[in-house]
C-alpha cells in the first residue's frame, strides 16, 4: 500500500491549528479532540471514513488486554516502527506508562507534531524528549482512495 504525500498530510493537519478542543468531535474551525483531528485529516487527504467510530473513554491511564486505538489504525494504515515515522505519521502517544496508547498526533518535522489537547486545542508543538517517549505506535496516511 502506498502512502500519501507527506506534505499534504501536513498541511491539512495545519488547516486545523486553531480548531477548540471537544471530546469526541471532528469538524474543523467548530471543534476536535487528538482523533478527531486525525479523522478530519484522513477526510482531506484520503477520502470517506472506512468506519464509524465508536464512543471512547478520555481515560489516558486507562489499560486492557488490547489496543483498541492502534488495532484500529493497522485495519487501514501502514504500520512503521515509531522511530522510523518521519513527517506526515500519525503516532499514537501512550501517556502513562502501562497504559494503552490513547492520544494522536501528526508529525510535522523531526522535531514537532500537531495535536489537539485539552484547553488548548489543535496546536503545533515541539516533539520533545518526554512527547517522543510516549510514542508507542506509528502510521502513515495511506494514498487517496481515488488514485
Not at 493537519?13 to 471532528?26: F, I, K, M
Not at 504500520?79 to 492520544?103: C, I, N
Amino acid at each position: 500500500m502506498m502512502h500519501a504525500d507527506p506534505d499534504r498530510v501536513i498541511a491539512a493537519a495545519r488547516g486545523w491549528l486553531g480548531t477548540p478542543y471537544h471530546d469526541q468531535a471532528s469538524l474543523k474551525s467548530v471543534g476536535c479532540d487528538c482523533l478527531g483531528l486525525a479523522r478530519g485529516v484522513w477526510r482531506e487527504v484520503v477520502g470517506p471514513e472506512p468506519f464509524p467510530i465508536p464512543p471512547y473513554s478520555r481515560d489516558w491511564g486507562e489499560s486492557g488486554s488490547h489496543e483498541v486505538l492502534a488495532n484500529g489504525a493497522q485495519r487501514m494504515m501502514p504500520q512503521v516502527g515509531p522511530h522510523e515515522a518521519g513527517p506526515g505519521a500519525l503516532v499514537l502517544f501512550r501517556m502513562t506508562p502501562r497504559a494503552m496508547a490513547k492520544h494522536v498526533g501528526i508529525l510535522t518535522g523531526s522535531a514537532s507534531f500537531i495535536h489537539s489537547y485539552e484547553r488548548l486545542g489543535v496546536i503545533e508543538e515541539t516533539l520533545t524528549l518526554a512527547w517522543r517517549r510516549r510514542i508507542a505506535f506509528a502510521f502513515l496516511f495511506p494514498r487517496p482512495h481515488n488514485i
